[in-house]
C-alpha cells in the first residue's frame, strides 16, 4: 500500500497563476474520499492551494469506465485554467451545434450554435471527451502532488475527530474530511444522519460506443460524423443523445426509456440486453435503426433520484460532501461533472486563504454558501428536461416542437447577421433560452470565489489562533 507523504504543489512550477499564486499559510492534512473526477479535481485545487491531500479509493486499480461526458465552458475554462487545455483539445470534440430532433422521422425542430459561437460569448469551448481520457487527465495532473492510496474502502467516519477507518482497520486522521465518493456516498449518510436510499425516476439509460469508421461506410451514418454535432432525438417516453468523442474516433450513444424493473442496481457498468434495447425504439427513424444494428453490447444505467439536502456540512464542520454525493444530477443537462468540478474549484480558492484551524468550518459553510443555490437550480433543470423531451405525440408534444423550431429560426437569423426577434426565456429548447445558458456557461467558479472573497472575507479572517496552536 502507498503511504508515501504526498507533495505540496510546488506553484513556482505548475499553475502558479491559480488563486493569484495565493497559498495556505497553514497547510491542513485533508483527505478526500472517492478518486472519481470530483475528488480528483478537489485534491488538485486543494494541493494548488498549498494543503497535504490524501485521496482514499475504495476500487483496487483505477479502471477506464464510462463513457462519453460533455465538458460545457463552464468546466473547460477551470480545466485550461489548470494547464490542461492541450489535453482538452488532443482527446475531446468540439460540437459545431446541437440539434433536436423527431424520433419517427428526423426531422430538426431545434437547433442551437455551439462552436465558436460559445467561444465567444463564454470564453471558452465545449467539448466532448470520453469520460476514461477525461479522468486520465485529471489524474496525471493530480498525482505528484496527492498521496492517492487505491484498495482503501472507507467502512466508517468519525466526523467530530476528524477520521475515517477502512476494511483493513486502518485510522486514518486528517484536519478535514471531504466525501466525494459519488452516489453510493458512505460519507452522505454521516451527514444526513443514517441510510438515504434514492428514489427510482421511472428511466433508464442504455450507453454504448460504436466506432466511426462504420458509420462512414453508411450514406445514412456519415453525416453524424462529418458534420460534429450533438443530437438528440426526442420520442415518446424517451430521447437518444449522440455524439463524437476521442477525436471523431467513436460515437456515443446515451438511450433513455422506460425502466420497467423492480429493484434494480444503481451502477454505471450494469450489463444491458440488446434486443431489449432494440424493442425500446421501434419505429423510430432509420438512422436510429441503422445506429442500433451497429451496437453488439449495451450497458444499462437505472437512473435514481435524490432531493436536494439541507446542508451538506456535517454539524462538527469538519466533513462537507461535493458531487454527486451531495447534489447527483440525472444526465438530462449534461451537467453532473461540472458542477462537481465547480464545487472543486471554490474549495481550493477558500481554502487557499486558511492561515488557522479555527476557520476550517467558516470556510466549509462559505463552500456551501457559494455552491448551494447554483447546484440545486442544476438539478431543477436537469429534471425538466425529462419532462420536456419524452412527451407522447399529441398537442403538448406540437407546442413544445412549435417552441424548438420558433428558436431555431430565431438563431439561423443571428448566424446570418440578422437582430434576434424572439424573447426565448422558457423556451422548450433550454440551450435556446440566453438567460439559462448565461447563468449555466458564463459561470466562472474563480471569479465568484474571489467576488465572494471581497464581500466576505475580512469577517472570516478575523478568526483568531487559540492558544495551542499560536504556540505551535
Request: charged share 25%.
Amino acid at each position: 500500500m502507498d503511504t508515501r507523504e504526498p507533495q505540496i504543489a510546488d506553484t513556482t512550477h505548475q499553475s502558479d497563476h491559480l488563486y493569484k499564486g495565493r497559498r495556505a499559510s497553514l497547510p491542513l492534512d485533508i483527505i478526500v474520499i472517492g478518486c472519481g473526477l470530483g475528488g480528483l479535481a478537489a485534491a488538485y485545487c486543494l494541493a494548488q492551494a498549498g494543503h497535504k491531500v490524501t485521496i482514499l479509493e475504495a476500487a483496487f486499480a483505477i479502471s477506464d469506465v464510462g463513457a462519453g461526458i460533455q465538458a460545457s465552458p463552464n468546466v473547460s475554462r477551470l480545466l485550461k485554467r489548470w494547464g490542461l487545455g492541450p489535453h482538452l483539445e488532443e482527446l475531446g470534440v468540439k460540437p459545431h451545434n446541437l440539434s433536436i430532433r423527431r424520433w419517427e422521422n428526423d426531422e430538426v425542430v431545434g437547433f442551437t450554435p455551439f462552436g465558436e459561437t460559445f467561444v465567444k460569448e463564454y470564453g471558452s469551448p465545449y467539448y466532448h471527451v470520453h469520460r476514461a481520457d477525461f479522468h486520465r487527465m485529471l489524474y496525471v495532473a493530480v498525482e505528484p502532488y496527492c498521496n492517492i492510496r487505491v484498495g482503501c474502502r472507507v467502512v466508517s467516519v468519525d466526523p467530530s475527530k476528524p477520521s475515517v477507518t477502512l476494511a483493513s482497520g486502518e485510522i486514518v486522521s486528517a484536519d478535514v474530511l471531504i466525501g466525494a465518493d459519488g452516489v453510493k456516498s458512505i460519507t452522505r449518510q454521516y451527514v444526513v444522519g443514517g441510510p438515504d436510499a434514492p428514489m427510482a425516476t421511472g428511466d433508464s439509460a442504455y450507453r454504448a460506443l460504436i466506432p466511426t469508421e462504420k458509420l462512414l461506410q453508411d450514406d445514412d451514418l456519415k453525416s453524424l460524423v462529418e458534420k460534429t454535432e450533438s443530437i438528440i432525438w426526442m420520442g415518446p417516453r424517451g430521447h437518444i443523445v449522440g455524439y463524437n468523442i476521442r477525436a471523431k474516433k467513436e460515437y456515443n450513444l446515451v438511450m433513455m426509456h422506460p425502466d420497467e424493473t423492480e429493484g434494480g442496481v444503481e451502477s454505471w457498468t450494469e450489463g444491458g440486453n440488446v434486443e431489449r434495447m432494440r424493442e425500446c425504439y421501434q419505429g423510430w427513424n432509420i438512422v436510429i435503426q441503422k445506429l442500433l444494428a451497429l451496437i453488439p453490447s449495451t450497458l444499462d444505467w437505472k437512473l435514481m433520484v435524490r432531493d436536494p439536502l439541507p446542508s451538506w456540512i456535517h454539524k462538527d464542520g469538519k466533513l462537507a460532501l461535493l458531487g454527486d454525493s451531495c447534489h447527483p444530477m440525472l444526465p438530462y443537462r449534461a451537467q453532473g461533472s461540472a458542477m462537481a468540478i465547480e464545487d472543486a474549484a471554490v474549495l481550493g480558492n477558500l481554502f487557499s486563504h486558511c492561515s488557522d484551524r479555527s476557520q476550517i468550518t467558516p470556510l466549509l459553510y462559505a463552500y456551501q454558501s457559494l455552491r448551494y443555490e447554483r447546484a440545486t437550480a442544476t438539478q431543477v433543470s436537469s429534471n425538466l428536461n425529462r419532462y420536456i423531451f419524452h412527451h407522447p405525440d399529441g398537442p403538448e408534444q406540437e407546442e413544445r416542437d412549435n417552441q424548438m423550431r420558433a428558436a431555431m429560426e430565431d438563431a439561423l437569423r443571428v448566424a446570418r447577421g440578422e437582430k434576434s426577434t424572439l424573447v426565448l426565456e422558457g423556451n422548450a429548447n433550454q440551450w435556446a433560452d440566453k438567460t439559462k445558458s448565461d447563468i449555466q456557461y458564463g459561470y466562472d467558479a474563480d471569479e465568484e470565489t474571489e467576488k465572494w472573497w471581497l464581500a466576505n472575507g475580512d469577517k472570516l479572517m478575523s478568526f483568531v489562533p487559540s492558544t495551542s496552536e499560536a504556540v505551535n
